[in-house]
């Protein structure tokens, strides 16, 4: 029996079957965790670029591919290098960019 004091509250239905694990939710980076992130990412990206000369990350939301982009702009300016990223929506690959030599014409 219910006395004045208590509180009914209701739940809202769950949206997943019973025994299993709901889907987790992306939530977009703080300024502070995009600062972080990039600080964590440059010297790992810079050690397996001048390893490897590639490096590949999945980077499917806009978010991560700035994310990344702005990884890559760094590593270059770490290895004095340049270094170009490409993304296509599920990944992004890290490498190094051609070097322009004066006189010479790209093909």
Do not use: C, W
Request: glycine share 6%; aromatic share 6%.
């Amino acid at each position: 029996m219910l006395d004045s004091h208590t509180t009914i509250t209701r739940r809202p239905a769950m949206t997943y079957t019973l025994g299993t694990q709901p889907a987790p939710r992306r939530t977009p980076l703080s300024a502070e965790e995009k600062v972080r992130a990039e600080a964590a990412f440059v010297p790992l990206v810079a050690e397996h670029l001048a390893a490897s000369g590639r490096f590949r990350i999945s980077a499917d939301t806009p978010d991560m591919v700035e994310l990344f982009q702005a990884v890559a702009r760094r590593v270059g300016d770490m290895l004095q290098r340049p270094v170009v990223s490409y993304a296509n929506g599920t990944d992004i690959v890290i490498t190094f960019g051609q070097e322009q030599t004066p006189g010479l014409t790209p093909r």
